[in-house]
């Protein structure tokens, strides 16, 4: 499949290894065309691997995953341009972290609302998947590393064919329990449990944990 | 131990109840000498069991758990009196929920505070730590009714003895992994999972669940 990634950090670069990995085509997606690490990205990545702006990933993915910072992913969506996004699946696995006070962050928005939610509005011809954003990027790519994959992700959206969609793709990555929580709202939950991850990895003194649902 | 429960609710009837078949004296405060609920649960707890005012149940307690709702916890603690706080350990299970605008409910306070820090900041000289409060109140008292007990109970607090002496407590209740996430303010974690946690409720149609934390 063609998937566009929006993003050149750390979470954009494992995902968009992935994805090629895992025999897809690939366009990493930035404000310029010729961003210094996708440039890197796409010399490593062999044939399936090319970059442009957010709007070349864009028009270029059948797919769309959203891997940049919250506090900037309005504004790369605007960049990547409503006609390019219209109808298409996006995966958004940003948080929006807030570090202008230090350590640890807050959020940008939370509670009676969220990133998720955000983009959503925005772009109502997008179809709005919230995931993997409750995960360190290693564990999102490689759910077995942890307790042999015994663990849980979870989907938000409104369109039942887009989580399905995105269902498909994270069992290809290697998860065996996706939690569907519910429309896009419930991306709320999922985004303000950030607030117990930052406060985990700091007990734990690891990136690397999940939670299993028991019941 | 002599132990004050506040609240006389589901979760405050539910933890009174397992102190008193573990052996404490407790007594269950509310607003009203002669709250019926109040009342009720003493005419069946066995001599152990005795209620009153929060600030007879604070007077009485060596140990004491709030089980108010958040939305009352202030109010309550300050019915109890800062001078029957006043160097006492106080288990905070209380959620800032809100519920005025339909469910789901959103929290009052959050991201860049919390309750338990509410608490802890007018009542400088009580030791409140955060427990229990992201677990269903049949859960609380008998962990290993999910998944035979193999999943996890967060504590938060500035004070290491107060945490020391609440995780015993936990033991006693069955809990095996108790996870010491730090100052009082990482409650903001812990609390912020409630908007998780509801979700997850609306997803799986139980409350009967928890998180293990896996590496």
Redesign the interface.
Known sequence: MKIGVFGTGMVGHTLATKLVELGHDVRMGSRTKDNPKAVAWVEKGGARASQGTFADAAAFGELLVNCTEGQASLAALHAAGAQNLSGKVLIDVSNPLDFS?GMPP??TV???DSMGEQLQREFPELRVVKALNTINCSIMVDPAS??GG??DVFV?GNDASAKGDVTKLLRSFGWRSI????DIT?A???E??L??????Y???G?P????????
Request: net charge positive.
């Open positions: 006070r807050s959020l939370s509670n009676t942890v307790a015994d663990h938000s939690v569907d929580l519910g419930t709320r939950g999922t303000a449990y607030l117990l991850w930052i406060r985990l700091g007990a734990l690891t690397s944990f999940n939670v299993k649902i028991v019941r």
